[in-house]
């Protein structure tokens, strides 16, 4: 199984919302990711969770709050958005950091308004 | 940090032609380079990857080759088929798990 999930798939929130995205592997994976993408734009990245711990912050405002609870699970708590973070949250893992392949989730559509 | 540059950014063929897609790359450093199929709604999808000891690699339609020396790696895709339309991303990993993915191709083949 090379299933990365990710909820809901689709969310919209007003800029003074708190909301949650939720990412979910069972593959035994120990590294795992937060990208964004912007329309007709490649994915980047924005968080790097190895073994539980963050390792890798692209300066992202702090309005954006990953938490890994355990190996499985990888959360991204959303607060006070602004419109132009509207995009889609995609959730990534692979088998430790510096391995190769990445597997992605399908990703969760945020609209902000 | 790296800078990956892809080409073109729309493609269209017809049925049973090839594609290909190319990419260059700015850091020497950087050793492998996936290539990933995005269709509408879903997340990317690794299809074949290639490491930088190695300068060809092969899976039955899709092939990608990768030169070092001019760090430029290209995707291949025989006989095109309509559910190949997608968009195409390549990266390239650097500095362990950073990956810098190409502005993407939009690929269209025609039946």
């Known amino acids: 199984d090379t299933e990365v999930t990710q909820t809901p798939k689709h969310l919209v929130m007003g800029m003074t919302n708190k909301k949650s995205l939720k990412c979910e592997q069972h593959m035994g994976h120990r590294a795992m990711y937060w990208y964004k993408q912007k329309a007709k734009k490649p994915p980047e990245l924005m968080f790097v969770?190895?073994?539980?711990?963050?390792?890798i912050n692209e300066s992202v405002p702090s309005r954006f709050s990953p938490e890994c609870p355990n190996s499985s699970l990888l959360n991204l708590h959303l607060h006070a958005l602004q419109p132009e973070d509207s995009a889609l949250y995609l959730c990534?893992?692979?088998?430790?950091?510096?391995?190769?392949?990445?597997?992605f989730g399908p990703g969760t559509r945020l609209t902000v308004l | 940090g790296e800078n990956v540059e892809q080409h073109p950014s729309t493609l269209s063929v017809q049925e049973g032609d090839s594609a290909v897609i190319k990419c260059t790359y700015s850091d020497s450093a950087s050793n492998y380079f996936p290539w990933y199929k995005q269709e509408l709604g879903k997340g990317p999808q690794l299809i074949i990857d290639?490491?930088?000891?190695?300068g060809e690699k092969k899976d039955q339609r899709i092939a990608v080759t990768l030169n070092k020396t001019a760090k430029h790696f290209s995707l291949h895709i025989t006989e095109t088929q309509p559910e190949d339309s997608a968009v195409y991303f390549c990266?390239?990993?650097?500095?362990?798990?950073?990956?810098?993915f190409g502005s993407g191709t939009k690929l269209n083949v025609k039946p």
């Open positions: 990266a390239a990993r650097y500095n362990f798990n950073k990956f810098y």
């Open positions: 990534a893992s692979s088998q430790d950091h510096g391995s190769d392949t990445q597997y």
């Open positions: 290639i490491r930088s000891n190695v």
């Open positions: 969770y190895s073994y539980e711990k963050l390792s």
